[in-house]
C-alpha cells in the first residue's frame, strides 16, 4: 500500500510538541490530523497544500500572506 497524498497536513506539523489538539489541528475520521483556520492564521503564509482549512487566498499558492476574511 502506498502513501495517500493528505493536503492537510505538512511534514513540519509531525513532532512539533507546541501544537494542541482541538486548538491548533484535530484528528478526521481517517485518521489525518487537519490543521485549523486558527493555527493556520498564525502561521502566517500559505504553505500551497490545499489546506481544507486555509485562510488564505487565493488558495494553495506557497508564501500567499492574503487572508481572504482578515
Not at 12 to 39: A, F, P, W
Not at 41 to 70: D, E, F, I, S
Amino acid at each position: 500500500m502506498g502513501f495517500t497524498w493528505n493536503p492537510d497536513y505538512e511534514d513540519i506539523s509531525y513532532g512539533n510538541d507546541n501544537q494542541k489538539e482541538g486548538e491548533d489541528y484535530y484528528l478526521d475520521s481517517n485518521g489525518y490530523r487537519v490543521m485549523t483556520e486558527s493555527y493556520l492564521r498564525r502561521r502566517g503564509y500559505c504553505c500551497a497544500n490545499g489546506c481544507r482549512h486555509c485562510p488564505y487566498w487565493p488558495k494553495a499558492q506557497k508564501g500567499n500572506t492574503v487572508l481572504k476574511n482578515p
